[in-house]
């Protein structure tokens, strides 16, 4: 039985892992092997405090290292189903049941598609956070396609940074 059990590997977990063994707790990582989210995928990465220029894969090594030297412990799989019992929970990851007393989600968030061939071009010029990846761009023709009507504060921001900047999406309500 774990203290915690954490899905997801990203740096939210990773770091979810970390502060779970600074205060002594056991804490297990359970994340399916092959990193699919954005920052496995991207390919530099300038505004993570401390580790300058570092590529998507890099940074998520760095995170693992730091939470495995702490004494986290990881588990391969697609945990499918979290059931309450009484005070503690069991996790069901592929054929195996993991137990613990808390759990915790850190599975990253999924941006809907809005054009064919974006996830092959996701950390290579296509990019889903302005304020994240905004200085990769800078000096450069941006165009910012969205659905979501926070876009047009990120297309804002963009257009400091940007040379020209051209927005396709919802106006602002």
Not at 147 to 169: K, N, T
């Amino acid at each position: 039985m774990y203290d915690i059990a954490i899905v997801g590997a990203g740096p939210a977990g990773l770091s979810a892992a970390i502060t779970a063994r600074q205060r002594g707790r056991e804490a297990l990582v359970i994340s399916r092997a092959d990193q699919r989210g954005w920052l496995a995928r991207a390919e530099r990465i300038d505004n993570y405090p401390g580790l300058p220029a570092v590529s998507g894969p890099q940074l998520l090594a760095a995170l693992r290292d730091h939470a495995a030297q702490m004494g986290a412990q990881f588990m391969d799989g697609l945990v499918q189903q979290i059931l309450p019992m009484g005070d503690e929970y069991a996790l069901s990851v592929g054929s195996d049941f993991v137990q613990a007393r808390r759990v915790i989600l850190c599975m990253g968030a999924r941006q809907p598609r809005l054009l064919p061939g974006e996830d092959a071009l996701l950390g290579r010029g296509v990019s889903y956070c302005g304020t994240c990846d905004g200085m990769l761009y800078r000096g450069k023709a941006v165009a910012v396609v969205a659905e979501s009507a926070e876009a047009v504060h990120e297309a804002g921001f963009l257009a400091g940074l940007a040379a020209h900047v051209r927005y396709f999406g919802k106006p602002d309500p």
